[in-house]
């Protein structure tokens, strides 16, 4: 009877306890909604948009909760993910003044993935070399393409560099370098199954991204129009291609991201398609890529067009709390994960 009598108490004590760790913790899951909605509430403040300084982000608080998380479906990075960009010397822009906080947010964001940079032999023995190295990051020279602006030639050095590593990494994050600046793990955002390049387009998840910006038109134009010399490739990529035809949606070429075989197979066409006259050119990557797109040159790999969005946007649209580092975009209240460009110049005080 005592026995029967100390179970009926033993089982009672634990179903409350289980009921108050309950109700706690919806309480708890409340309370986190609360502060979510408050901060969101605060956040419509007036912003600066520039594209300035990028600072390093050890203090921001940053929204990835709920809805927010959606994109993060796979396996964080891994020494089997590379970060991969090119570098050639510049000597009328100080580069490594904001290189420092450019690097240590792809760090803190993606901290065992690997990280290469391609650059010109010509540019080995440079002081841009050296303070690469010094940073961790594993320099990959390449001979050949120095007619080529480097804007273009980096796809062929880094094009024969994955394929002669293929086996070694599962996925590719491609990136400008001076202008990209990374909040959190891209990579589990994607699988080796996925190629995606996103947009030029600054409107949150519109799809009206079909006006040429007037520098993106005098690319066009000098690539193109007032050129002649164009090949037959050329000439089938910009059949029914202009302002009273089909004005392509402008895609932005600073940001590739997929499996490693899939960004191989995007290079490759990429590559096939290039007028040797034409690669000297800035500008001139963008616009063969915008052409390939639009004449879908690439539908054999599954290419996906990212829309401006939380993981990865061009010139985005964010607003940020004055009094604190928390930022979000206004649409839908999630922190960044990628952005390009366009960075408010107030971030440059939250080292």
């Known amino acids: ?7 009926k108490v033993f089982v009672i004590i634990f179903l409350i306890i289980v009921n108050e760790l309950y109700y706690y913790s919806l309480i708890q899951e ?56 090119a570098y050639t010397d510049r ?36 002081n841009g070399h050296k303070i690469l190295e010094e940073y961790g990051i594993k320099v990959i020279p390449f001979a050949g393409y120095y007619d080529y602006n480097i804007v273009t030639s980096r796809y062929l ?39 995606i390049i996103s947009k030029q387009c600054f409107q949150f998840e519109s799809e009206n991204c079909h006006l040429l910006f007037p520098i993106d038109e005098g690319w066009f134009n000098e690539s193109y129009i007032i050129n002649n010399n164009n090949t037959e490739l050329d000439l089938e990529l910009i059949k029914d291609i202009g302002k009273d035809k089909i004005n392509p949606q402008i895609i932005n070429g600073g940001i590739i991201f997929g499996g490693t075989k899939k960004v191989i197979e995007f290079l490759r066409i990429f590559i096939e398609h290039i007028n040797p006259d034409k690669a000297k050119r800035f500008g001139y990557d963008q616009v063969l890529i915008t052409l390939l797109v639009a004449k879908n040159k690439f539908s054999s790999i599954g290419l996906h067009l990212e829309q401006c969005t939380h993981r990865v946007c061009f010139m985005p649209d964010v607003r940020y709390n004055l009094n604190t580092t928390k930022i979000i975009y206004k649409e839908n209240m999630c922190s960044p994960i990628v952005i390009h460009k366009s960075i408010p110049i107030n971030w440059k005080n939250l080292k």
């Open 1 to 7: 009877m005592k026995f029967i009598l100390s179970r």
């Open 30 to 85: 409340k309370n986190d909604k609360l502060k979510i909605l408050k901060f969101f509430s605060d956040a419509n403040v007036p912003f600066d948009q520039t594209s300035g300084n990028y600072p390093g982000h050890n203090n921001l608080e940053l929204n990835y909760k709920y809805e927010c998380s959606k994109y993060f479906k796979y396996s964080e990075n891994s020494d089997e993910d590379i970060v991969i960009f």
């Open 91 to 126: 000597p009328e822009k100080n580069f490594f003044e904001v290189f420092e906080n450019i690097i240590e947010s792809f760090r803190n964001s993606v901290p065992k993935a690997l990280i290469f940079c391609v650059m010109p032999e010509k540019d080995i023995n440079s």
């Open 157 to 195: 050095a880094i094009y024969d560099f994955l394929r002669f590593n293929s086996k070694k990494y599962r996925r590719v994050f491609l990136s400008d370098l001076d202008d990209i600046y990374m909040f959190n793990d891209i990579f589990s955002t994607f699988n080796e199954d996925e190629i």
